[in-house]
């Protein structure tokens, strides 16, 4: 029996552009869907072959948007600045606040323990 190696006819089939639409290659998911763009293959494939095309203008008009707000807002840096410290300050209260908290939670746990132990002792 001649040991036929399958990469090698999955290859030569998506080499030929008039092969038949059979989804059975390695490369094929359950689904057919698969990387082709990157791999060449070149019949008609599920994946959109303009998908990087469509990344490169999505990132344009969102340069574009973020300039026209800049614009409409002004880059003003002590502005920004200010928004900054703002940010960080409701940042930093909570934090602050977690500690005060827990350190009362640790306080208030050990006094249950001593309350706990003493009882102990009476019930023995």
Known sequence: AVKVDET???SSYHQRSSA??????????PQGIGDHG????S??????PHGRLHRKQAERVAEAELQAFQMQHGTDAAASQQRDQQMQAQ????????????STAYAAAEEM???????FHCCL
């Open 20 to 29: 038949p639409k059979i989804r059975d290659g390695p490369q094929d998911g």
């Open 113 to 119: 323990a001593d309350l706990e132990s003493q009882c």
């Open 8 to 10: 090698v006819l999955v």
């Open 43 to 48: 019949w008609p494939c599920p994946v959109d």
């Open 38 to 41: 990157s791999s060449g293959c």
């Open 91 to 102: 940042i930093e209260e909570p934090q602050q606040q977690n500690a005060r908290h827990r």
